[in-house]
Structures are given as C-alpha cells and as structure tokens.
C-alpha cells in the first residue's frame, strides 16, 4: 500500500461494489487490492481513456502490472484511490520492479560488441586469404 495512504481512512470494498459502482462516465477499477476511481483522469491517460474503460469494475492488476508504469505513474495513482478490498477477497499481489530498476548494468555489455567483433575478424581473415589466392 501506498505510504501516502492511511488505511485506517479507506473504505472497504467487495469486487461486486466495485463492478456495480463502474457505470457509463465511471471507471472505477482494483490494481493491487486498492480501489481506483480513475473517472477523472480518463481523459489524461497517455493511453487513451478506452484502454481504462475496458478494465472499468475489474480487478486490472495484471493489465496495469503487464504495461511496466513508470514511478510517475504510480505516484499519480495516490491521487484516485478511494478504498480496498476487503479482506477475503484480496489478491495479495506484490508491485513488480520496473524493468530498468532491476539491473542497472547491463546484463552482459560484452555480448554486445565481441558477436561483431568476432564476424569482423573473421570476415577479414577470410578476405585477405581471398585476395591472397588470386594474386
């Protein structure tokens, strides 16, 4: 949860609520057990606001999780949150890492000039036995 966010002060929610309070001009959506009323910002997702729409009423962890939002993104997020799921029907879900937080050198920087490298050698030895045989 957020630290930003008292839980004492969240109401709590079950998924039916959740799908019952999404109606046409609301989107009110679950990303990590928290509950999300997003209507405001639907027309300043960088998105698109369909894409929002279409997880309206639904848990939409997996679908927020699979985009890899920025830190900006999930600090906006503390802005819309209006509760959580209530206790028996959490998910328990973790924030993934960010793709470029998990390792902040490259995996092998190596790999990225010896393949090259190696193709290059090659290909000059070969010429230069080439042009050796025909003069």
Not at 2 to 7: G, I, L, M
Not at 59 to 74: K, L, M, P
Not at 101 to 113: A, F, I, L, N
Request: hydrophobic residues 35%; charged residues 30%; glycine residues 8%.
């Amino acid at each position: 949860m957020p630290d930003s966010v008292e839980k004492s002060r969240l109401k709590t929610y079950k998924l039916a609520e959740v799908a019952a309070k999404n109606k046409e001009g609301a989107c009110i959506v679950v990303i990590h057990d928290l509950v999300y009323d997003l209507t405001k910002f639907l027309e300043e997702h960088p998105g698109g606001e369909e894409v929002l729409l279409e997880q309206g009423g639904k848990i939409a962890t997996e679908a927020f999780e699979d985009v890899g939002h920025s830190t900006d993104a999930r600090d906006l997020m503390k802005n819309y949150i209006v509760g959580e799921i209530c206790e028996e029907e959490k998910q328990k879900t973790e924030e993934k890492p960010l793709r470029w937080t998990k390792d902040p050198v490259p995996e092998s920087s190596w790999k990225q000039w010896i393949l090259p490298m190696g193709v290059a050698v090659v290909g000059s030895a070969l010429f230069r036995l080439y042009l050796s045989e025909r003069g």
